[in-house]
């Protein structure tokens, strides 16, 4: 070969590398979940129709059947992607706590349990809760998926409760009771507006929790 046709060869370009099957796969399922995600947003679920999802994607309707082959199947895949970025982001942002003061940490706890309730995807889940009555194999999934991403929202900030040096057993009870305030304070804003007084509310139960958790903890140094 000369010298010429070595440099033909150098500056001849290289193919991409062509992508799998599977990764064809996941970016088309991808960009289905993303616009169904927008639409839900924009739309609400009663409005929501398949069809405009798959042209919003730009996925021909028979490659949108072949992933999500019913409404609700694409619906339920949706939200089950956007909790389990709630449940990435709680495991963020409790590693992030850089504190030991449990009353720090509830708060940061708190902050992010508001966060994820007053969100507008929080939002869709509950409103599709309630659209979706007539649909009680939906509705279970919906409430399956909620639980199941519930957890390890609470178990990462609960962890690291418990790696600040607190009980366990008081540290699950303490996010149990912080959800469920914050999550009342939630529905009585969907219901009756915001009256005002939630910061008041939360604070005053973090500070309970606080008191109680300092209370076990000085319990338990004087039995050791």
């Known amino acids: 070969m000369s010298a010429s ?3 033909r ?15 064809r796969r ?11 995600i927008e639409l839900l947003l924009e739309r609400g679920y009663s409005r929501f129709r ?3 999802a798959a042209k919003l994607a730009g ?21 089950e992607r956007v909790f389990q970025t709630q449940v990435d982001q709680a495991a963020s942002k409790a590693s992030a706590a850089n ?20 969100s507008d995807l929080y939002k869709i889940s509950v409103n599709m809760l309630i659209s979706a009555g007539e649909s009680e194999h939906f509705a279970d999934g919906i409430r399956t998926i909620s639980a199941r991403s519930r957890t390890p929202i609470e178990t990462a900030w609960i962890d690291r409760m418990a790696e600040a040096g607190e009980d366990r057993i008081k540290a699950e009870e303490a996010f149990w009771l912080l959800w469920a305030v914050q999550r009342g304070i939630s529905v009585q804003r969907r219901i009756g507006g915001d009256p005002g007084g939630d910061d008041d509310i939360v604070g005053l139960t973090i500070d309970m929790l606080n008191d109680d958790l300092r209370s076990s903890s000085e319990t338990g140094t004087e039995v050791a």
Do not use: C, M, W, Y
């Open 59 to 79: 996925v021909s309707r028979g490659g949108q059947t072949h992933h999500f082959a019913t409404k609700n199947d694409l619906i339920e895949a949706a939200i």
């Open 9 to 23: 060869a150098a500056k001849k370009p290289l193919r991409p590398r062509r992508r799998t099957q599977e990764e």
């Open 50 to 52: 398949i069809a405009d």
């Open 26 to 36: 996941a970016e088309t399922s991808g960009r289905l979940l993303d616009a169904a």
């Open 99 to 118: 504190t030991a003061d449990p009353a720090d940490l509830l708060r940061h706890g708190a902050a992010h349990i508001d966060a994820f309730l007053a």
């Open 5 to 7: 046709d070595d440099k």
